[in-house]
């Protein structure tokens, strides 16, 4: 009976408006500053136990969260990883301007060596280079990440030192950029060898010039 005169007491007040609804709070909001937290969470376990190791659990103990704040925003771990590697293919490097193209190779061989030096890249990237002959996925995305970042800052090296007329107008642009960005990867990624010895990026450098306006 109670629900019966309700009822009626509603359909004799009319439609009416309709109740706003809330806006979702709490656990329905993927806040920022969390989502951080589990990405800043994702390279240091990373660089502690490596992506063969690396797990949901541990990635949430690390960024002080629990797993289903990591499973709203991420389905699996593989997904996670891609999605932080990925992310490091738009935040590049800074892009050099001396003026001259010898400066400004010089300027991206030391930030970018300092970068390869960092314990945390120097663990992450030989780790999830042996995971991507492994897993297509995460080959792709390490490449995107590893070439974009870096070839993006280079050809604009070598599109300025060609306004400049340092380097002619029909260089091969990917030779320029393989002459750019081999050695120091090779140095620092394949072999192992993070830390150049003295004069070792100045003679670099000196050299790679050299090369890139003979193309």
Avoid: C
Avoid at 27 to 32: I, K, P, Q, S, T
């Amino acid at each position: 009976m109670l629900v019966r005169m309700t009822t009626n007491a509603d359909h004799a007040a009319g439609p009416g408006p309709r109740p706003r609804r809330r806006r979702p709070a709490g656990a329905a909001v993927l806040r920022e500053d969390v989502t951080e937290a589990i990405r800043a969470a994702v390279f240091e376990e990373l660089a502690a136990v490596g992506y063969a190791r690396m797990s949901i659990e541990g990635i949430a103990r690390r960024a002080g969260v629990g797993k289903t704040a990591v499973y709203r925003r991420w389905r699996s771990k593989l997904h996670l990883v891609l999605d932080v590697v990925s992310a490091l293919a738009v935040m590049g490097l800074p892009a050099p301007d001396t003026g001259t193209l010898e400066g400004d190779l010089r300027l991206l061989y030391e930030v970018t060596s300092r970068a390869l030096r960092h314990p945390v890249a120097s663990q992450i990237i030989p780790d999830l280079q042996a995971e991507a002959a492994r897993n297509p996925d995460i080959a792709e995305a390490l490449q995107k990440a590893l070439r974009e970042g870096q070839d993006g800052v280079a050809s604009g090296i070598v599109a300025a030192a060609q306004r400049r007329g340092e380097i002619r107008a029909d260089a091969d642009g990917q030779l320029a950029l393989d002459l750019i960005s081999g050695p120091l990867y090779w140095r620092s990624v394949v072999i192992r060898d993070p830390k150049p010895p003295k004069g070792y990026l100045d003679t670099l450098t000196r050299t790679t010039t050299a090369a890139l306006k003979a193309l």
